[in-house]
Each structure stands twice: as C-alpha cells, then as structure tokens.
C-alpha cells in the first residue's frame, strides 16, 4: 500500500491543522493505521493510531484532547486534527499502515508515508 500524506504547514500558536493521509494500492479498511512525528535530530515519536474499524484508538498520553485520529474507509484516508497547536508540536508528520495495530502502535509498520512538515510559530 502506498501513502501519500499532505495537510502540513505553517500555523500560528493556538491554531488548528488537519493532516490527511491518502492510501492506495492496497485494501484501505484490512488496515490499522497510525501518525508518528519526528523533529530533526530527535527520535520518531508515536502521536496517534487506530484499527481498521476506528474503534480502537491510541495516543499518545500528552497530545489527549488536543490531537484526534479518524480515518474514512470509503475514501481510503486517515486523518489527524491537531488543534490548540504549540510550537512543540513542531515536527515532520508521517502516517503508518499496518494490519497489526500494535505493529503500528510500536513503530514496525511496513508502510510508511513521505512526511508532510507541521510548523507551529509562536
């Protein structure tokens, strides 16, 4: 499966963005799907995943009720709405598919999008 993330750009303290992640060559709802982040020099960071279905959804533990995962199985997208966005959310944001979601969860999903950069200013 191939995917494509976009949404990413520059925003404002307190503002809102939301990342799409489009995938294709693949059957889109046999798979959990997950965002991860990553800031230069630093290590990926889980941000967000869910299962196929959506009714099983993980965060990470900092980014609760800022950040929602969601995904639309009939347009094959995952999406990720960040909102009271800070300037430490900066970072690459890549998306993940897997048809485990603990592979997802743990960052061994063999699936991965090219990134699409978030720039939060202050």
């Known amino acids: 499966v191939q995917l494509q993330a976009s949404g990413g750009g520059l925003v404002q303290a307190g503002g809102s963005l939301r990342l799409s992640c489009a995938a294709s060559?693949?059957?889109?709802?046999?798979?959990?799907m997950g965002w991860f982040r990553q800031i230069p020099g630093k290590e990926r960071e889980f941000v967000a995943a869910l299962s196929w279905d959506g009714n099983s959804i993980y965060y990470l533990e900092s980014l609760k009720g800022r950040f929602t995962i969601s995904r639309d199985n009939a347009k094959n997208t995952v999406y990720l709405q960040m909102n009271s966005l800070k300037p430490e959310d900066t970072a690459v944001y890549y998306c993940?598919?897997?048809?485990?979601?603990?592979?997802?969860?743990?960052?061994?999903?063999?699936?991965w999008g090219q990134g699409t950069l978030v720039t939060v200013s202050s």
């Open positions: 993940a598919a897997e048809t485990s979601l603990q592979k997802v969860r743990t960052g061994r999903s063999d699936y």
């Open positions: 060559g693949g059957y889109f709802s046999s798979y959990s």
